[in-house]
């Protein structure tokens, strides 16, 4: 049976929030002072060598620390 070594990271998470548009240059704009945050308290998590076919279940919590609305488009594994 193979195994593998897993690491979860929420940067992908981190990438597709809360992103800002870039000014003519390729400079981003500067966020508003009240714009959404994502914040993730623990952003990567090592789950070791995991067998193949065996499951494995982690949990990111992710929090808004902005005062306007943090809305997730889009969420993908990396």
Do not use: H, W, Y
């Amino acid at each position: 049976m193979r195994s593998i070594r897993v690491t979860l990271v929420a940067a992908a998470l981190l990438a597709c929030a809360g992103s800002v548009p870039a000014e003519e240059g390729g400079t981003p704009a500067p966020a508003p002072a009240d714009a959404p945050r994502i914040v993730v308290a623990q952003p990567t998590l090592d789950l070791g060598v995991v067998r193949e076919g065996e499951t494995v279940r982690a949990e990111f919590i992710v929090e808004n620390a902005g005062r306007r609305e943090l809305r997730i488009l889009r969420a993908k594994p990396s």
